[in-house]
C-alpha cells in the first residue's frame, strides 16, 4: 500500500517521468560482464491452487518449502515432482492486511526459520520441520500494522540471519534506531546479536528503509536488497553495514551526503519489488504492482547495468523469486492477494530453465 506524504523531490537529477527506469549514474563505473540466463519462454507449473505463498526455501534434500501468507500452511514441494504436501501449519500466526506468514529460511542444520505476524508484533521463529511442539521464537518487537511488514529472510554467506523488516506504516520507525521497523536486520543463528554488527547490542544493520522484502547476495558476498518506495521510486540498494538508505527524508536518489543512494530505481507503476536473487551476474526482482520480472545486470564493482523486463504482464503479480539447488529459477504469483486478478489456476509457483 502507498500513503501520501511529503518526501524529498528528485526532479533536479531529470528523474521525473512516469514509467520510468533509471540507474544511478554512480553505480556504472565500470563495465557489465554477460549474464547468464534462463529460458523465459519454456516455464513448467510446480504447483497450482495456492493461497497466497510468500516464503520459498529448499530443504537438504531438494524438496522446496512454500509458506501461504493468510493460512500460515508450509507446503512441501517434492524435488522429484509431484503433488504439494501439507507439511504443517505454523501457530500463532495472525494475518492482517500485507502480514501473516511471510520469509522462510533453513539453516545448514535443518532448523526452519519463519518470519511471521502474531497478533502483538512480527517475529522470527524456528522450528524442527517434523517435531512437535511450540516453534521457538527468536526474536520479538517488530512493529505490526496491516501494511509494510517487511518478511524477508535469508542466510548470508557469514553464517547469520538476515531480515528486511517494514515501517509498519509509520515512517519515524526507519530513522529510529531503538525501533525494529524499517530496517535490515542481523542475527546470529540463535537469535543473539553478533559482536560485528555496527551497533553494539543491536540487530540492527541498516536503517533508513521504507519496506524491505528482498535479499540476495552475490558471488563476493555484496548484498542487495529490494524495496518499496511510495509514490514515486521503487529500488534497490547495495548493503553496507551501519548506512542509512533515507526513507522518510529521501524517496528514490537524493543525492543527499546523510544517506546512501539506490543503485536503480523504477517508477512504481513498473514494479513494486519484492523477492530478489541472484544467478551468476544478473539479479533477478520479482515485480508486484508491475507484474514482470526485472532482470539486472551486476557489475564485478557493485554497480548495475540497465534493468530488463521480463515475463510482463504474463503471470500477473510476482511476490517471490529464488534460485533452485538445480539451477533453475522459480518464482511465485501473489494474485489472490486481495489486488490481483486470479485465473482458477492461481495462485502458481512456476520454473525457468536455464537457457
Known sequence: ??????????????????????????????AVPLAEGFDFDAPSVVAQGLEVPWGLTWLPNGDALVAERMTARLLRLPAAGGTPVVAGVVPGVSPVGEAGLLGLAVSPDEWVYAYLTSASDNRIVRFRLNATGTPETILTGIPRGSIHAGGRIAFGPDGKLYAGTGDAGNTANAQNPASLGGKILRLNPDGSVPADNPTPGSPVYTLGHRNVQGLAWDATGRLYASEFGQNTWDEVNLIRPGANYGWPTVEGIGG????????????????????AAIAGSTLYVAALRGARLWTVPLTGSGGVGTPVAELQSQFGRLRTVAVAPDGSLWTATSNRDGRGSPIPADDRILRFPPA
Open 256 to 275: 543527499d551526503a546523510r544517506f546512501t543512494d539506490p543503485l536503480v530505481v523504477w517508477s512504481t507503476a513498473e514494479a513494486s519489488p519484492s523477492g
Open 1 to 30: 500500500m502507498r500513503r501520501t506524504t511529503a518526501v524529498t523531490s528528485v526532479v533536479t537529477l531529470g528523474l521525473a517521468l512516469a514509467g520510468a527506469v533509471t540507474v544511478n549514474a554512480a553505480a556504472q563505473a565500470d
